[in-house]
Structure formats: structure tokens, C-alpha cells
């Protein structure tokens, strides 16, 4: 199983704190337990931050990041092992564990946390934590630094700064190292491979649902958990629908179905769109309206390189996309025109892509200094353009209506352009209709 190496938390680590200022704190909650309902709860997935630092995959737990610190700079507290627990919910490090498994260099239970972190933070002058993204833990922080401050007559000394950490961790987490990359590219060839076995098990009056067990059957084969996000299957006018989940409605003849859907390898996420014709072969419409989309990802993926920023790429998908719409008669005036009114918005209404990391849609700024950010080595992106033209769109002839075309690759930006990391999953007209009649063909 491909997966992010320990020396590699090490040295994330390393280089937050490199950047945190002389006599800080860093302090990061785990995820909470999710309740589904009642008894049962969602399958636990750690706080990306949390995980970027650490890779500790249990709930219950904080890391504290001391620069400095003579006894050790990073300190981890979570569960104690319990033979009970450990029976009914599955094995935990413990603090040995935290230790000897996870490069900690001091663990304590985290039942201890009130009474130990108190006298962590005492001292320092600056604490870094993630403000606002999670009420509780806000309250819980503010509560330690209350008893240190209720000790200010006997000399404690109160941290006297509170500083966003998001800005330093989501900046380094923005620059994917050669062993994320990896692991990325890990979780794009399971999820090509899906939309691969869904293309060739797509059959006229099967549902979507048919074929999203198709698609969790490679993501789990694969050693994936789980989808990076709620997979989209959309059939026919619902590939009109951009975040659509329903995935309940039949593959009817005629139609196109659009799969929205990629896996999560250690905690790093892929984003593949395909969109084919259910029954195997695109009709003139489909066809024109899919090489269109095709045409405008293509002149995108020729705009990410080093030194390009970041909107060039969506903007080389609105000329292609715009100039295509007035061919096929859609739309009607001068492209430039058309262009700077946003009348392509009525079809291809979404950007041309976001940050891919550990969060689908990742973290980072898209601006800095109130300008479009310049791309560089290591930045991974998706780059998606579609085209969906409405079934109740009458300003466009009947035979276009309903008509929903995405498609969405992964790409990593290198030292002469991209790689595109989900090139394993068919896009050519050619390519599709190939390989889904080669699966009809064994089939019959
Ligand atoms: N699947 C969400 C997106 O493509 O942004
Ligand atoms: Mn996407
Ligand atoms: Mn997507």
C-alpha cells in the first residue's frame, strides 16, 4: 500500500515550526466522532491539518508543537489503551504507541489534557491554532488559558498572542511533495480504473446506482476507505445538475451519463469526471457538445505551467468553449463580446478547476495580494470545464436540451508544464466508444 513515509510528518513538523515565531505554541485538535445516528457513527476520517502533521489516525487527540522545547518539541496526547475499548472499538497506540509508532517525542493521555497543557502553553508569548473551525475546541483553549491567567498573582505568564495557523500549515500543504505526489497518483490510477469498469458495465435500463457499486468496487479492491467525496452518477438531464447525488434514476437509451467520482489514499483525494453515452455510441449533438469540452481542457492543461497564474487556465476554457457555442449556433454575437457579458455562463457556469490535495477542493490562497496566484512546481489542481445546456433552455433547439458534458483530469504542475495524473481513464470519442463495445461485444 502506497502511503505518506513517517520522516515525512517528521519534516513537516520541522518546517512548521521553522516558520512559527520565537517562543510559540502550535496546538491541533483531531476530528471529532461523528454521529450518523444513534448508535452508529460515520466512518471516521481525521482533520486533513491534523493528519498532515502527524498521520495519527485515531479521534481523541491533540498535537502540540513546542519549538524549542528542551524535553521534546512535539507532544501528542490521546486515548489510553483499554482492554475493554480496545475488544468492542479496535486497537489504540496509547502513549507508548503515539511514541515508538508515530515520532512523538512525549504522549500523554488525553483525559490528562487540562491539567498538562496549562503549564505547556505558560511562558510561551504566541499560540498558533486553527480560530473558528471548531467552536469547542476554541472554548477549550480559552478555558486553559483562563487557569493560567488565574495564576498571574503567583507570576504565570499568559500567552498574550493568538495567531491564525491555517495561513503557514495551508500554504505548505498548497506545495505537494514528491511523496504525495505519489500517493496521489496512487489514488488516480484506482479511480481511472473505476470510471473504467463503470464505462464498460454501463447497459440501457440499469440505474446509476448500477453503476456507482461499480465505481466503490474499484476504490475498495483498491485498498481506497472511501470516496474523497459523494460520487456523482448522472444519467441523462441530470448531468445538468453540477453537484447531483441522487444516483437512483434509470440509464436510458440515448442518453449520456456523466461520473463524477474518485477515491482517497491516505488521506489524499482524486476528482475525475467522465461523461460517455449509455448505450456505447455518442449521437451528432452529444459528440459535438463532448469534443467541445474536450478542445477547452485541452487548451487549459497548455496554460498551467511555472509562471502562469492561476486563471489563465479557466480563461483559455471560456474563449474555446465560448468561441464552439457561437459555431454550433448556442450562442449568437462576437466571441469577445460574449466573453465580457458572460454570456457563456448560461452553459459552462463553474470554474475550471481548484486546488487537489488532502481536501478535494484543497486549501490555499487563489490570490495573493489581490492578484491570481502564479503556479509553481508542486501545486496540484483539477482542471474540469463543462458544458450543460438545460433541458428548459428554449433559446436553443430541442436536440440540444438536457445535454450535460464535464470532464475533469488531475494534473501536478512540473518544471515545463503539468502532469496529468489521470490520464489512465479514456477520453477521446474514439477511445470511449472502443472500449465500451469491446465490453458489449464480451458481454453478449
Ligand atoms: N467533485 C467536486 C468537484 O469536481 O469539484
Ligand atoms: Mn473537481
Ligand atoms: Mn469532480
Not at 42 to 56: M, N, P
Not at 107 to 123: K, R
Not at 206 to 220: G, K, P, V
Not at 345 to 351: D, T, V
Request: proline letters at 4%.
Amino acid at each position: 500500500m502506497i502511503h505518506i513515509p513517517k520522516t515525512e510528518y517528521a519534516r513537516r513538523r520541522k518546517a512548521l515550526m521553522a516558520q512559527m515565531e520565537p517562543n510559540s505554541i502550535a496546538i491541533l485538535p483531531a476530528a471529532a466522532v461523528a454521529i450518523r445516528n444513534r448508535d452508529v457513527e460515520h466512518v471516521y476520517r481525521q482533520d486533513s491539518d491534523f493528519q498532515y502533521l502527524s498521520g495519527f489516525p485515531e479521534p481523541q487527540a491533540v498535537i502540540v508543537l513546542l519549538p524549542g522545547r528542551a524535553h521534546g518539541e512535539y507532544v501528542l496526547f490521546c486515548r489510553e489503551r483499554n482492554a475493554e475499548r480496545e475488544l468492542w472499538d479496535g486497537l489504540r497506540a496509547g502513549q507508548e504507541g503515539a511514541i515508538r509508532d508515530f515520532g512523538a517525542d512525549d504522549a500523554f493521555p488525553i483525559n490528562d489534557i487540562d491539567d498538562i497543557l496549562p503549564g505547556l502553553i505558560e511562558g510561551r508569548d504566541r499560540v498558533y491554532s486553527a480560530m473558528g473551525s471548531n467552536a469547542e475546541f476554541d472554548r477549550h483553549l480559552m478555558e486553559w488559558i483562563n487557569v493560567i491567567r488565574s495564576k498571574a498573582h503567583l507570576g504565570a505568564q499568559p500567552p498574550n498572542e493568538f495567531v491564525a495557523l491555517d495561513h503557514l500549515l495551508h500554504d505548505m500543504r498548497l506545495y505537494k511533495s514528491a511523496a504525495e505526489v505519489k500517493v496521489m497518483r496512487e489514488a488516480a490510477r484506482i479511480s481511472c480504473q473505476a470510471h473504467i469498469r463503470a464505462m464498460q458495465a454501463s447497459r440501457v435500463g440499469l440505474y446509476e446506482y448500477s453503476l456507482e457499486a461499480e465505481l466503490d468496487y474499484e476504490f475498495r479492491k483498491g485498498g481506497a476507505k472511501m470516496p474523497a467525496y459523494g460520487s456523482i452518477v448522472a444519467a441523462g438531464r441530470n448531468g445538468c445538475i453540477l453537484h447531483y447525488q441522487q444516483n437512483d434514476a434509470p440509464l436510458k437509451d440515448g442518453d449520456l451519463v456523466l461520473i463524477d467520482a474518485g477515491c482517497e489514499i491516505d488521506c489524499y483525494a482524486s476528482d475525475i469526471t467522465r461523461t460517455w453515452p449509455v448505450n456505447g455510441r455518442f449521437s451528432p449533438e452529444q459528440k459535438a457538445i463532448y469534443e467541445l469540452v474536450l478542445a477547452s481542457q485541452v487548451a487549459a492543461f497548455a496554460e498551467i505551467a511555472p509562471n502562469k497564474h492561476w486563471n489563465q487556465a479557466h480563461e483559455a476554457t471560456v474563449r474555446v468553449i465560448t468561441t464552439g457555442l457561437v459555431a454550433l449556433g448556442l450562442l449568437q454575437g462576437e466571441v469577445d463580446e460574449l466573453i465580457a457579458s458572460e454570456a457563456y455562463k448560461a452553459f459552462y457556469m463553474h470554474r475550471a478547476g481548484h486546488w487537489l490535495g488532502m481536501d478535494v477542493h484543497d486549501v490555499g490562497e487563489y490570490k495573493v495580494g489581490g492578484e491570481w496566484r502564479v503556479l509553481e512546481v508542486g501545486m496540484a489542481l483539477t482542471v474540469e470545464p463543462g458544458i450543460y445546456i438545460a433541458p428548459d433552455n428554449l433559446n436553443v433547439a430541442k436536440k440540444w436540451r438536457g445535454i450535460g458534458v464535464r470532464i475533469e483530469d488531475d494534473v501536478v504542475v512540473t518544471k515545463n508544464g503539468c502532469e496529468i495524473l489521470t490520464l489512465g481513464a479514456p477520453k477521446s470519442v474514439a477511445e470511449i466508444e472502443a472500449l465500451m463495445a469491446a465490453a458489449q461485444v464480451h458481454a453478449a
